[in-house]
């Protein structure tokens, strides 16, 4: 085998013939003898890159033979946890929680994130299971941003569980509901098949407390919050959702959901239907074995004290005094937030037998265990105050340090202000010499800018006074001495809308935009101003969606409205002594078009079928035309036209 594998590679024999023979050669004469050692180096560099080569090989497989087993050993110290966690062994589960917490905080490396948090998750199970529900909902939010962050979608789903627990016990129903039913949809879209029992028992335990028609203080200012959340709970549901837990747990032999689901439904038949107490002791009896297969001495006492309640219920009260006494081996081992349930209902029941010294006595008891509760709890409130005071004291003594380095800091900005006041003064000349010469450059360009607004106002001018030129020519022919007063009159009116026109371009910075509204305002009060109104009282209604309008577009319009104004205000009203006449110009958002609404409410005439037509006519035709506009109009008690361009 060593003999093929050493005759394999013929590129590696090819170099070794090679090189003995110059080494032959090149031995025997004297003029080349230097050559040799440096051949011989080259040969032994390239055996060596070689076996570099290899041992980097080795080297890696090693490596990732060392990730690999680490990886293991911790998937190992994990499992180990969830076990101490499972027998209730919490301050075991705690130290081996947090030191191997601490190992991989320090191993800085993508791969063992998902462990790390996966850590996490237990630290805030066990301060879940030790009655400390605000350190564990801060270490699952924490875990589940940085799940979010990095795309564990796993974790992230297992977090929102957790939180969605943590706000059940703090009666935050409705955030409750929205993190289980976010979990869902993870769950949902990754096909984490085996957390459905871990949400479906959330979802029950959610609508027993909303459907728990007994419980007042639930219904009230929840229901309404979680029904705009679309939410509707009742125990039919959480029936339901509570088989389906024990149906998915099953599948994946789920210990802890399990036990849950029975204990649901346990709960569910016993207080919420009294007519099945048989079935709830039934559910209790399942998961009572479950924990006394855990060894969960705390749990077994409960349940116990459960089934002790239905036979009490249903009237058998030897039977319930006999499962009380099985709570009492478990009494010791009760945590003390619910120790007192045992007691009381063993007075319940002496109470229901009708030995009422006896319930006496273990009431007594229950008292005891109640008021040794609110003092565990007032010597944790005093705990509380104590460190937060410690805590304020601490953070008194850093203040003050914060402020003396706070009087130094400045201090040694004061001296830096002072040595940097001086370079300033010579910056600030240099600054003031370019503010000078930048807003010389401004002037220069703004008064280019001014000579170009002129040229082109010139050139409007000049335009607009063709446009007068062309008007009085096509009057030229049909002028006599009868009406020679209106005719100076309308031309008059058509010069005051080019002369405002220009006003209008003199007193803004646009060559080209004109106030629309204003300018069709003013010429209009000009235009009625100009006729001798004051036996007819003639009213003016002018509305303006358009802000702006172009000067080729506003000099037509405004020649438009003066040939209607003054048609309307000669002819309209002969036999009318008030007058009303309406101009509203809109923005049709459909075709993009401005529309030029005009009417009166005069004698009216067609405008399309008007035998002989007017000069005045004809200007609004052909300025119509120059806008390449479109005609609507109607007379109906009056006179109505629509522009639109």
Do not use: W
């Amino acid at each position: 085998m060593a003999r093929k594998r050493f005759f394999k590679p013929a590129k590696n024999n090819i170099f070794l013939f090679t090189f003995c023979l110059l080494f032959f050669v090149l031995n025997r004469q004297p003029f080349f003898n230097y050559i040799t050692p440096v051949l011989y180096f080259a040969y032994i560099t390239i055996k060596a890159m070689r076996m570099f080569k290899q041992i980097s090989v080795v080297l890696l497989i090693i490596y990732c033979q060392v990730s690999i087993g680490q990886n293991i050993a911790v998937d190992k110290e994990i499992q180990k946890i969830d076990t101490l966690i499972e027998y209730n062994q919490y301050d075991k589960a705690r130290k081996k929680a947090d030191s191997l917490y601490q190992v991989l905080v320090k191993i800085n490396r993508g791969e063992v994130l998902e462990q790390r948090l996966e850590v996490r998750l237990q630290q805030g199970i066990i301060f879940d299971n030790q009655f400390e529900h605000k350190k564990a909902l801060e270490i699952f939010l924490e875990v589940a941003q940085k799940a979010e962050t990095n795309n564990l979608y796993r974790i992230l789903c297992i977090s929102y569980i957790k939180i969605a627990l943590q706000q059940e016990k703090t009666d935050n129903f409705y955030l409750a509901y929205d993190y289980i039913k976010a979990a869902r949809k993870i769950a949902d879209k990754y096909k984490f098949t085996d957390l459905y029992s871990k949400i479906y028992i959330r979802y029950s335990f959610l609508h027993r407390y909303i459907g728990d028609v007994e419980d007042t203080n639930v219904n009230q200012g929840l229901n309404q919050r979680l029904l705009d959340k679309g939410f509707i709970g009742s125990i039919d549901s959480a029936v339901y959702y509570a088989d389906k837990s024990i149906e998915y747990a099953t599948m994946f032999n789920n210990v802890s959901d399990l036990k849950d689901g029975y204990l649901t439904l346990g709960s569910l038949y016993g207080k919420n239907r009294k007519n099945n107490v048989s079935l709830s002791t039934e559910y209790f009896l399942k998961a009572l074995r479950y924990d006394k297969k855990l060894n969960n001495t705390e749990n077994i006492g409960a349940l116990y004290r459960n089934i002790a309640v239905n036979y009490l219920i249903s009237g058998d009260f030897n039977t319930a005094l006999k499962y009380n006494d099985s709570s009492y081996m478990s009494y010791d081992n009760v945590n003390l937030f619910y120790k007192y349930i045992i007691p009381q209902n063993r007075a319940d029941i002496f109470e229901a037998m009708g030995k009422t010294d006896s319930a006496y006595h273990y009431l007594k008891i229950a008292y005891v265990d109640v008021v040794e509760k609110y003092n565990l709890e007032e010597v944790g409130e005093t705990k509380k105050l104590e460190e937060q005071f410690q805590n304020d004291k601490k953070e008194a003594i850093i203040k003050n340090k914060n402020q003396l380095l706070i009087f130094i800091l400045i201090l040694v900005i004061v001296i830096a202000g002072a040595s940097v006041l001086l370079i300033l003064k010579n910056r600030k000349i240099n600054t003031q010499n370019k503010t000078i010469n930048k807003q010389l450059e401004e002037l220069v360009t703004t008064l280019d800018q001014k000579q170009v607004l002129l040229s082109e106002l010139q050139h409007r001018v000049k335009n607009n006074l063709q446009h007068v030129i062309s008007i009085l020519e096509i009057q030229k022919e049909s002028i006599d001495f009868n009406n020679i007063d209106e005719v100076i009159r309308s031309n008059q009116n058509r010069i005051h809308s080019m002369a405002l026109l220009h006003k209008k371009l003199n007193i803004s910075e646009s060559v080209n935009d004109i106030d629309l509204k204003r300018y069709v305002t003013e010429l209009s009060e000009l235009v009625k101003e100009s006729y001798d109104t004051y036996n007819k009282k003639i009213q003016l209604n002018i509305s303006c969606e358009v802000e702006n309008i172009t000067i080729e577009n506003a000099l037509p319009t405004g020649l438009i409205i003066v040939e209607l104004l003054s048609n309307s205000i000669k002819h309209a009203f002969k036999d009318r002594a008030v007058g009303i006449i309406t101009i509203a110009i809109t923005k049709d958002e459909s075709t993009q078009k401005t529309q030029l609404y005009y009417a009166d409410n005069g004698n009216g005439f067609d405008f399309n079928t008007t035998s002989k037509k007017g000069l005045g006519l004809e200007i609004i035709v052909g300025l119509i035309d120059q806008l390449n506009g479109e005609i609507d109009s109607k007379n109906n008690a009056g006179f109505e036209i629509t522009i639109s361009f």
